[in-house]
């Protein structure tokens, strides 16, 4: 979760991603952007969190 808690960020290990979402005035989220080409791990070792600035 962004410090202003308008964005949350999700890693996937075994897809291989991260995708963002927008945090709406209701507390649901919204889909805005994927980044893919990461490692993919089918057993789920291998991400181990993200870092953002």
Do not use: H
């Amino acid at each position: 979760m962004t410090a202003s808690g308008r964005f949350l960020y999700v890693q996937n290990t075994t897809a291989g991603n991260v995708q963002g979402y927008a945090v709406r005035n209701d507390g649901s989220l919204k889909l805005v952007t994927t980044a893919t080409g990461l490692p993919r791990f089918a057993n789920g070792i291998g991400m181990e969190g993200i870092a953002a600035s």
